[in-house]
């Protein structure tokens, strides 16, 4: 069946980066694009951007101001969100999604000094 | 980038009753927007896709209508689980951007 399994829950100081990871099983990577959705404590759900997993495009959001990238390695079916000058405000979780709507777990993210 | 506004932000409805959910695209969006649901702790759950389609294993309770600017999410009569956060977001423009959400509690 499909998973999404996400790395670990991340504590970061302000200014570091920190670097999210999402494995997919159960179906083939290269035929999916995926997004990187956050939500912040009490917040709404927040787009930040995407990957065609087969050709390896991006596209994100301008609300990040060029603080992030998403990358994938196909050979371990995985993608990745990177997100730069962390303040605190950036303490959420991080969700990883399929294009057709199915999510992973995500990955709380504290950023704190 | 387009706006989605959700209203009411929240609703109170007792069990067995009928739930209307409404979200507003500030652009026309086509049929291309989602609804999910949100249980506290948990990732969001796809409810219904292309406006109308409901999602693998969602209840028939679920109905979904709209295109264009203005839509919305039917619970035609509220279970226990039903109760959560419902967000909306629309796939036709980049970026991809959802409502504030809509909580639907128990009266």
């Known amino acids: 069946q499909v998973q999404l399994v996400q790395s670990g829950a991340e504590v970061k100081k302000p200014g570091a980066s920190v670097k999210v990871s999402c494995k997919a099983s159960?179906?083939?990577?290269?035929?999916?694009?995926l997004h990187w959705v956050r939500q912040a404590p009490g917040q709404r759900l927040e787009w930040m951007g995407w990957?065609?997993?087969?050709?390896?495009?991006?596209k994100y959001s301008q609300n990040f101001q060029d603080r992030v990238t998403i990358t994938r390695d196909t050979s371990a079916s995985t993608a990745y969100v990177e997100l730069s000058s962390l303040r605190s405000e950036d303490t959420a979780v991080y969700y990883c999604?399929?294009?057709?709507?199915?999510w992973g777990p995500g990955t709380l993210v504290t950023v704190s000094s | 980038e387009i706006v989605m506004t959700q209203s009411p932000a929240t609703l109170s409805v007792s069990p067995g009753e009928r739930a209307t959910l409404s979200c507003r695209a500030s652009?026309?969006?086509?049929?291309?927007l989602v609804w999910y649901q949100q249980k506290p702790g948990q990732a969001p759950r796809l409810v219904i896709y292309?406006?109308?389609t409901r999602a693998t294993g969602i209840p028939a309770r679920f109905s979904g209508s709209g295109s264009g600017t203005e839509f919305t999410l039917t619970i035609s009569s509220l279970q226990s689980e039903d109760f959560a956060v419902y967000y909306c977001q629309q796939y036709n423009n980049w970026p991809r951007t959802f409502g504030q959400g809509t909580k639907l509690e128990i009266k």
């Open positions: 999604v399929r294009d057709d709507g199915y």
């Open positions: 159960g179906y083939t990577f290269t035929t999916y694009a």
């Open positions: 652009q026309n969006v086509n049929s291309n």
């Open positions: 990957i065609n997993a087969g050709n390896g495009d991006t």
């Open positions: 292309g406006a109308s």
